[in-house]
């Protein structure tokens, strides 16, 4: 009878700490939750939050969004409720996503909704991109509503703004000055990277940075790289860390290392080198090919 009760027991707290588990979750809810994992993500990466609606992370290349959907009064309890309110979530989510892109910061000067303004084609590809996002989580709260995760890889819009960015590069900025490429000479270092040590310069981030000396002639950038390597990976890689960054496999095993000495335009997304580096950079047949394949490591605050 004693081992009987104490089963009772133990059903009862059991259920009673379920639904102190299923009150908490409710009550973190509306979009709580992810804010407060996107909050851990911008404290160790390089992402920005955008309002309460979602996060680019420009280090680890994806773009997230929540969404949250409540069935109709009149389906409260009803078996119909829960896929009405989980779709209801998922258009949430999905619009969100469109929104956060949008405000992709491309280059200094512009975003994703420059680009999707100007071109019908641009924007399809973007629409589409938001449409096929992945689900990354549905939680279902106590209270009948569900929130939505959904994610997209920043690579997908590097393929269908680039074309653009080196067409208006072209147009307003000037092309790198010719510079006489030579061997690295006999004993000194062969490069395989570029890690430029952006802190301190209240820089951003952006999906095409350029780097430029302190005549402002582009040295890195759109002008410079290979198309196919800044769409499969991005023109420049991020870390909060110098070094994680020169450790990092984009840069390979022996990065030069720079200091930059401002973060320039409008979106303070451009970072200005000395002329010294500069020539470092420009000249060398090595640095010359590892820049095309977009090995560039950018550390910010």
Do not use: H
Request: glycine share 8%.
């Amino acid at each position: 009878m004693k081992s009987r009760r104490m089963a009772v027991v133990s059903i009862v707290m059991g259920l009673l700490f379920l639904w102190v588990g299923t009150g908490f979750s409710q009550q973190q809810g509306d979009g709580k939750v992810s804010m407060t994992d996107w909050t851990k993500i911008i404290d160790s990466k390089v992402a920005e939050q955008v309002g309460d609606k979602g996060i680019v992370n420009y280090e680890e290349g994806y773009i997230e969004a929540t969404g949250t959907g409540a069935p109709p009064e009149k389906y409260y309890g009803k078996p119909q409720a829960r896929p009405m309110a989980l779709r209801a979530a998922q258009i949430d989510a999905y619009r969100n996503l469109l929104e956060v892109t949008k405000g992709v910061q491309i280059s200094s000067q512009t975003t994703v909704k420059d680009f999707v303004t100007e071109s019908d084609v641009i924007n399809a590809q973007v629409e589409g991109l938001v449409k096929g996002a992945k689900v990354m989580n549905k939680e279902y709260l106590s209270d009948g509503t569900v929130e939505v995760t959904v994610r997209m890889p920043l690579n997908g819009i590097a393929k269908a703004v680039f074309p653009k960015v080196v067409a208006d590069d072209k147009k307003t900025v000037a092309l790198p000055p010719p510079v006489r490429v030579k061997p690295t000479p006999s004993g000194e270092d062969v490069y395989t990277g570029l890690v430029i040590d952006a802190r301190g310069l209240q820089a951003r981030p952006a999906m095409s940075p350029k780097v430029i000396d302190e005549n402002g002639k582009e040295i890195y950038g759109s002008l410079v790289v290979n198309k196919d390597y800044a769409v499969q990976q991005g023109i420049s890689g991020y870390a909060r860390d110098l070094t994680a960054a020169q450790g990092n496999a984009r840069v390979t095993n022996n990065p030069i290392t720079v200091k930059g000495l401002s973060a320039e335009g409008a979106g303070k997304s451009d970072i200005k080198i000395s002329n010294d580096d500069a020539q470092k950079l420009r000249s060398v047949k090595e640095n010359v090919e590892f820049m095309k394949k977009c090995r560039v490591m950018i550390v910010l605050d």
